[in-house]
């Protein structure tokens, strides 16, 4: 009896036990229930009066009225003219509603939809002025750059210089870091393919191609060839030493292969005139460099790393770069061409792919043969030009300073150096053929 009575009030403690730790553990949970099922304080900062409009007035009153505080620095500020500015807000302003005031259920300027987000300022500039400020050269344009490039460079039937540029992408997907990568540079780039006259204007851009190609790969998708494989393209012919020629060239550095509609410069000259060739290619070819030097040193964007995820986002950041920069040229005038929409062109007609003549058209842009001649030619006819230098031409050209007084007295120095060491050169020349026949 006694062991029974034990055991029984022993569980009724361990029952009692139980059920106030149940007790406890029901009350602790319902307080807390009922904390949570509270309202919450609101922690979200008040907004703050940051007087848009009063911001927008004073800029208006910096830079913009008729008597601004800082009219004389209004070109260093936006890298343009205050009537280039004017131009390009206005169109943009009449095109696209998104560029426009609108008001808000206040009454007041709703400023969110009037900003200039970048992206969609990039693409309007591309749709408003790509046609005219990234157009192909017409008959007309191409003579004034045989006509210019002769007279600066004294190259016939040059047209312009064609280089390769590489902008870093630093927000770029890790799934296409290994085709956007080089070993030469230290992150992902994208490459702009781009042909650029003695003015510094871009008549072709070609962006888009991953950095793992070089040149001679993104020149198998370059569309500036497409226009002569179709049988479409204004073909104005030149002569060089007496040979006729069907159509312009471009000057390029020694990786681009040798294409009919290329100069290249010599690697090893050993003779006179090759050494004065390749001084004066690659001194001309320096167009295409300094207009990337230019495109670079005015959009700073273009310096920093892309900032996108998607690659036709960025084409129209740099396209829209470009497109301002023709226009900053010709707001200037400094260009060799003038836009003329009044300008009739020629309808050609042109074949289809793979057709026999378009197979024939490709053949003579990939003749090897022809560049050589053409080459040798250019050679004979630059080593001429410097014996007698050609007479400058004068357009308006503000990029470059005008040489110095004294610069004849080194030409003429230069020339008669070099003529003597000709003299000398062909006199060991004819000793040299004098003793073979002796031998």
Known sequence: MSSSSSSDSTAVDDAKFIGSVMAKTVAY???????????????????????????????????????????VKFSRRFRMSKKLFLRIVGDLEGRFPYFQWKMDARGKK????????????????????????????????????????????????????IDCMHWS?????????????????????IILEAIASHDLWIWHAFFGPASANN?????????VFND????????????VNGVAYKRGYYLTDGIYPPLSVFVKSFTCPNDTKRKKFKETQESARKDVERT??????????????????????????????IILHNMILEDEGRVICRYNENEVLPNVEGVAVGTQEYRVNKREVHNRDL??????????????????????????????????EDSDIFVKSEDSDNESDAGENDADDQREDEDDDSE
């Open 110 to 161: 709703c400023l969110s939809h009037s900003k200039m987000h970048g992206f969609k300022f990039c693409k309007a500039i591309c749709l408003v002025y790509g046609q005219q400020y990234l157009r192909k050269p017409t008959i007309n344009d191409i003579h004034q750059l045989y006509t210019v490039h002769e007279g600066k460079h004294g190259f016939l039937g040059m047209l312009g210089s």
């Open 371 to 404: 560049h050589q001649v053409l080459r040798a030619d250019l050679v004979e006819h630059i080593y001429r030009a410097h014996i007698q230098p050609p007479q400058e031409l004068s357009y308006n050209d503000d990029l470059f300073d005008e040489p110095d």
């Open 292 to 321: 990337f030097g230019v495109l670079k040193r005015r959009w700073q964007v273009l310096t920093v790393g892309a900032r996108s995820y998607e690659v036709k986002r960025l084409q129209h950041v740099m396209y829209a770069c």
């Open 169 to 189: 992408w630093s927000l770029y997907p890790n799934a296409w870091r290994g085709q956007y990568m080089r070993g030469d540079h230290k992150e992902p780039t």
């Open 215 to 223: 040149d001679i790969n993104v020149i198998d998708q370059l569309p």
């Open 29 to 71: 949970y319902e307080n807390r229930l009922g904390e949570t099922s509270r309202a919450q304080p609101n922690l979200r900062k008040s907004p703050l009066c940051r007087n848009h409009e009063a911001r927008h007035n004073r800029l208006i009153e910096y830079y913009f009225a008729d008597d601004a505080v800082y009219a």
């Open 228 to 239: 002569i494989y179709l049988g479409k393209s204004h073909d104005v012919p030149f002569q």
